[in-house]
């Protein structure tokens, strides 16, 4: 089975600061995909970002970062420069390809609620 | 028409009523999926549907009847709800693979914003 712990339950910084969002998952298989997803207050989630197990760089998209460490099985998200925008529920969530090929379904952690205040 | 969308985006029905939520896919998607999004809970899938055949069923009571016609539309069916079932359910499509071992990103609608009264 797979789980996906997203301790930090509410997190409030002010406008231009960093942030890091942490994600911490556990799956048995050697094979999966990591995900962030955004959910604005309008309730749609947006897609952020997928690693794969394979790939360990991190990755820098604008002011959003992705840090992937195995060894802690970790997957950790950083807002740099904050921005009111940015303010929204995010989730990490995995999912491990099924055997037979096809569809997989996501393990989301719980979300975070990330508050920029101006 | 763009994305995923969902049809109703709010819905209040009775514990005896009968209603049916609806998902569209205009993104050449062959995989489809609902989730279940409560208060008190973390997101839920509930079932996957990959190339309109259902392959996974995640212990979800039988008052829920999921239907996929084709691979751009994704139903589902309510009958005789609790008031726990009361949540924001999601739809989500994605590529799927056959055979091979890739997750693909799933791109999600706005929900449906459902109370059981």
């Known amino acids: 089975a797979q789980k996906v712990t997203q301790a930090q339950t509410e997190i409030s910084v002010v406008e231009k600061e960093d942030v890091t969002l942490d994600c911490v998952y556990e799956?048995?298989?050697?094979?999966?995909?990591l995900f962030w997803y955004k959910q604005p207050p309008s309730g749609e989630l947006v897609f952020l970002i997928r690693?794969?197990?394979?790939?360990?760089q991190n990755e820098i998209s604008g002011r959003y970062s992705w840090n992937f460490q195995k060894s802690t099985s970790s997957f950790n998200f950083t807002i740099t420069a904050s921005q009111v925008v940015d303010s929204a529920v995010y989730f990490c969530?995995?999912?491990?390809?099924?055997?037979?090929?096809?569809?997989?379904?996501?393990?989301f952690g719980k979300g975070t609620h990330l508050i920029i205040q101006p | 028409e763009t994305g995923v969308t969902q049809t109703p985006r709010h819905l209040v029905m009775g514990m005896t009523n009968k209603k049916s939520l609806k998902c569209e896919q205009h993104?050449?998607?062959?995989?489809m999926y609902w989730y279940k999004q409560s208060a008190k809970k973390p997101l839920e899938l509930m079932f996957v549907?990959?190339?309109?055949?259902?392959?996974e069923n995640n212990s979800v009571p039988s008052r829920f009847s999921p239907e996929c016609p084709n691979s751009s539309h994704l139903f589902l069916h309510l009958h005789t709800l609790q008031p726990e079932d009361s949540a924001l359910y999601l739809c989500?499509?994605?590529?799927?693979?056959?055979?091979?071992?890739?997750?693909?990103?799933?791109?999600f609608g706005p929900g449906t914003r459902l109370t059981v009264t």
């Open positions: 989500a499509s994605s590529q799927a693979t056959s055979g091979g071992h890739y997750s693909y990103e799933q791109y």
């Open positions: 799956t048995r298989d050697t094979t999966y995909y």
């Open positions: 690693r794969n197990s394979f790939d360990e």
């Open positions: 969530a995995l999912s491990v390809p099924d055997s037979g090929g096809g569809a997989d379904g996501l393990t």
């Open positions: 993104l050449g998607h062959n995989a």
């Open positions: 549907y990959n190339f309109k055949e259902q392959t």
